[in-house]
């Protein structure tokens, strides 16, 4: 095993590695959803609702720093000639099992069992196939400023129509539609507390409950971007929150 730089990191890698191999060989073939790494990656979207908070992966275009850059934990094992499958199992293992933080990390523990199922095997497929690969970039998301990167990245347009992000999803209401009826602070309990009321004709829809620890500067850029593509005067004015 002296392929691994001899950092820290790598070397507990291996030692994660060591506790798999056993395990590895029962979780060949599963769900067959085809991993593109764009907006409407399942285990993309997820990865940024759920790790994102924690974790750089460039793909993702996610800024966590409480945990380890995860193209730096995987980028040695993988010039090492890693496969994508044990990749894979390394990621679905410290998902089930996270390992106690180290000195690295003081303070911060990954807690067990962010995602699990069918959620877990997305993320862990779309880690593996992009964490550390050279050269892996995000999409680029259509749509001006920041926010329309936070839009994009946190799925929202897989449910919403909303023509600045060239969205066309439609479990949930059309945004250029409702929008410009809402104030900021209603738009942000949407987004943050979905539970909290229902939009008209969508009493039994059900909007993911899992923005609620978007990062606060992430919050208030999506809710820009969605204000200002909208032509939301409302939310821009002084009644407006
Ligand atoms: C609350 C913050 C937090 C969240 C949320 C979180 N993690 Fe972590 N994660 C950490 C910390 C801290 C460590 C480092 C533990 C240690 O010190 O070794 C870690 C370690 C890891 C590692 C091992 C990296 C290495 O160096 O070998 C992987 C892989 C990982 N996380 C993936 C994920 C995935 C995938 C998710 C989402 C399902 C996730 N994490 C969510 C904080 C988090
Ligand atoms: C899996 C589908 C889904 C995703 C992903 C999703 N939504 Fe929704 N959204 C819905 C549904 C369904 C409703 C209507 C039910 C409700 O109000 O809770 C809704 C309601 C809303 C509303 C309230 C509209 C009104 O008329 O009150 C806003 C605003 C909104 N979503 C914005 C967003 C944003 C921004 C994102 C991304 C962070 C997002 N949604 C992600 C399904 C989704």
């Not at 764009?38 to 720093?65: E, I, P, W, Y």
């Not at 959620?119 to 779309?126: E, G, N």
């Amino acid at each position: 095993m002296n392929l691994f730089r001899p950092t820290s990191k790598a070397l507990i890698l291996v030692v994660s590695l060591g506790v798999l191999t056993g395990l590895s060989a029962g979780c060949g073939a599963e769900t067959s959803a085809p991993i593109t790494g764009g907006f409407q990656d399942r285990g993309r979207q997820l990865f940024n609702a759920k790790c994102g908070t924690c974790h750089v992966m460039a793909q993702a275009a996610s800024q966590g720093v409480q945990g380890p850059n995860l193209d730096t934990a995987f980028a040695a094992a993988r010039a090492a000639g890693l496969d994508e499958d044990t990749v894979k199992g390394v990621v679905e293992y410290q998902i089930k099992h996270p390992r106690p933080s180290t000195s690295g990390y003081p303070g911060v523990s990954m807690p067990a069992d962010i995602v699990t199922g069918n959620d877990l095997q997305d993320v862990a497929r779309y880690v593996a196939r992009y964490a550390g690969v050279p050269g892996a970039r995000p999409p680029i998301a259509p749509g001006e400023g920041p926010g329309a990167q936070v839009y994009a990245n946190q799925g929202c347009g897989s449910c919403h129509i909303l023509a600045a992000a060239e969205s066309a999803g439609v479990l949930g209401p059309n945004l250029d539609e409702v929008i410009p009826g809402m104030t900021r602070a209603k738009i942000e309990e949407s987004i943050v507390e979905p539970d909290a009321s229902k939009s008209p004709g969508y009493e039994n829809a059900v909007m993911p409950n899992r923005w609620s620890n978007l990062p606060p500067q992430e919050l208030q850029q999506l809710i820009d971007f969605l204000v200002a593509s909208t032509g939301n005067a409302k939310a821009g004015g002084k009644n407006g929150g």
